[in-house]
């Protein structure tokens, strides 16, 4: 299963300790995560550039995790809409647990 994770960067200085976090607990569980904090990001590195590439990533997943709150967030927003549009199914907080014994 293709997890993209989601959460706001702007203004949260430990953004990316943050994504790797995440990423980390994912990949112990079995998901092949997608942080798009370490995507190549071979462009003119506009925030448009940023984006972009980052819903490519997020287009060939199967689920979205969102790592914090997104209200704020223009990037995040527009993640969420953009899986809500292709059915990328948001994958919820849980327990570890809980993910280890549920069929994807």
């Known amino acids: 299963m293709k997890l993209y994770l ?10 990316f300790e ?3 976090d995440y990423e980390k607990e994912f990949v112990s569980m079995g998901f092949d995560v997608v942080n798009p904090c370490k995507l190549p990001h071979q462009h003119n590195k506009t925030w448009a550039s940023y984006i972009i590439e980052d ?8 689920k979205i995790f969102y790592i914090n709150d997104i ?3 223009y990037g995040g927003r527009i993640e969420k809409l ?15 647990q809980e993910v280890k014994n549920e069929k994807f």
Do not use: Q, V
């Open 55 to 62: 819903l490519k990533a997020l287009e060939k997943c199967d």
């Open 82 to 96: 953009f899986a809500e549009k292709l059915g990328i199914t948001e994958l919820l907080p849980f327990k570890k």
């Open 18 to 20: 943050e994504f790797e």
């Open 6 to 15: 989601s959460g706001a960067i702007d203004n949260n200085p430990d953004y």
């Open 71 to 73: 209200s704020k967030s």
